[in-house]
C-alpha cells in the first residue's frame, strides 16, 4: 500500500534543487516509488525495494516521461508547487479574479491597503490578504516560478510602486489593468527610473486577452484566460493538484490513476492524474468519456476484488470508435492504476 507520508513529502517546499517522483511500470516491482531532490532520496514506498537497490543509478536529471533503470521502465514526473496569483488591489475586478482562479486551481493573494477592501477579498475567498501599503506588502512576495503578480489597483501612482517592486523579481506572468495610454505613461516613468527595456516588454498592459470584456467578470476572464495562456506555453507537465491530494487523504482504499504515456490525439497528458472512490466518486479527470469510464470501471473492479496493489492498462479509441461515441479525439492513452490507503 502506498504510505501517505509521500503526499505529504511531495507537497513540503522545496529547498529549490528539482523534485521528481518515479515510480516502476513493470516487473514484480510494479507500481514502487520514489521521491528524489536533487538526486537524493527523500522517500521510498519499499525500504528494500528496487529503488534500494539501484540506488547508484538515481542521478539527475531525469526527464519527465518513461525512462529506463536497471533496465525496467519507470514514469518520471515533476513535483510543481501550487500556481500563485498575487493580486494588487481589491476592488470589483480583483473580486472577481479571486472567485475564478480559486476555481481553477490556483492559490490566491491579495495586496490592499484599505482595510474594508481587504475584508471583501478574504470574503471572496482569498487564501491569504495582506493590509498593509503595496510596496512594504511586496517586499513580502519572493515571487518565483508559477508565480503571476495582477495589478488591479485604484490609480496611476499605486501601479507605478507596485510595478517597480515586482519587476526586480521572478515571475511567469505580469500584467496591469489600465488603458493603453495609462500603461504608456507607466512604462514612461518606470523607464526614467532605470527599468531594464528587456523586463518591461513582458509586461501586459492593457492586461487579459482581447475578448471585448466589459463587466468585472469578463474582464476577471480575459486576465485569466491570459495567465492560463502564458503557463501552457511552458509545457509544464505532471505534479500533484493540492485539491486531489487532500482527497486521497480521506480514510479507506480508493484509486489513483495517472497517465503515463499518450499517443495520438488523446485530450490529457502524460501526468494527469484523477482519483476513483469505492462509491464511484472522483477527484479530477483523465478527459472523460469513454476512455476514462472504461479506467473507472477497471479501477473499481480493483476496489471491490481486493486484488492487486498496482495495475498498468492501456486504453485506445479508434477513429471510428470516438466516432461512434460522439468524440472528436481518439488516440491511446497508457495508465498507471495505483492503490491507495
Known amino acids: 500500500m502506498r504510505r501517505l507520508k509521500f503526499y505529504d513529502r511531495a507537497a513540503e517546499e522545496s529547498s529549490g534543487e528539482a523534485r521528481m517522483v518515479l515510480t516502476v511500470l513493470e516487473g514484480e516491482s510494479l507500481g514502487e516509488k520514489c521521491l528524489l531532490e536533487g538526486g537524493k532520496i527523500l522517500w521510498m514506498s519499499h525500504r528494500d525495494g528496487f529503488f534500494s537497490r539501484h540506488r547508484e543509478e538515481l542521478c539527475p536529471p531525469f526527464s519527465f516521461g518513461k525512462e529506463k533503470i536497471g533496465g525496467i521502465q519507470v514514469f518520471c514526473d515533476c513535483i510543481l508547487q501550487a500556481d500563485k496569483i498575487i493580486l494588487c488591489g481589491a476592488g470589483h475586478v480583483s473580486l472577481a479574479v479571486i472567485r475564478m482562479a480559486k476555481l481553477l486551481g490556483f492559490s490566491v493573494t491579495v495586496l490592499e491597503d484599505r482595510p474594508s477592501f481587504a475584508d471583501q477579498a478574504r470574503e471572496a475567498g482569498a487564501d491569504l490578504v495582506i493590509c498593509a501599503p503595496f510596496a512594504e506588502s511586496l517586499e513580502q512576495m519572493p515571487g518565483g516560478e508559477g508565480v503571476s503578480f495582477v495589478v488591479v489597483t485604484r490609480g ?17 506572468y505580469v500584467g496591469m489593468m489600465g488603458s493603453r495610454r495609462r500603461a504608456a505613461a507607466v512604462r ?13 516588454s513582458g509586461l501586459h498592459s492593457p492586461i487579459g486577452l482581447k475578448i471585448g470584456a466589459e463587466t468585472p467578470e469578463e474582464i476577471a ?27 486521497l487523504k480521506e480514510p479507506g482504499e480508493k484509486i489513483l490513476a495517472v497517465i503515463v504515456d499518450r499517443k495520438g490525439s488523446a485530450p490529457r497528458a502524460a501526468g494527469t492524474k ?9 477527484s479530477g479527470t483523465i478527459g472523460g468519456g ?33 466516432e461512434e ?3 472528436v479525439c481518439g488516440g491511446k492513452i497508457e495508465v498507471l492504476l495505483e492503490r491507495i490507503r
Open 156 to 172: 496611476h501612482r499605486y501601479d507605478q510602486i507596485c510595478l517597480k517592486e515586482i519587476l526586480k523579481k521572478q515571475y511567469d
Open 188 to 200: 514612461e516613468s518606470l523607464r526614467a527610473e532605470g527599468v531594464s527595456e528587456a523586463r518591461l
Open 221 to 247: 476572464l480575459s486576465i485569466l484566460a491570459e495567465i492560463v495562456e502564458e503557463k501552457n506555453k511552458k509545457g509544464k507537465r505532471g505534479g500533484y493538484d493540492p485539491r486531489l491530494v487532500e482527497n
Open 274 to 282: 484523477m482519483a476513483i472512490f469505492p462509491d464511484g466518486r472522483i
Open 290 to 322: 469513454c476512455m476514462e469510464a472504461e479506467v473507472i470501471r477497471t479501477a473499481l473492479s480493483m476496489l471491490r476484488s481486493g486484488e492487486g496493489q498496482a495495475r498498468l492498462m492501456e486504453v485506445e479509441l479508434t477513429a471510428q470508435a470516438g
Open 325 to 327: 461515441e460522439g468524440m
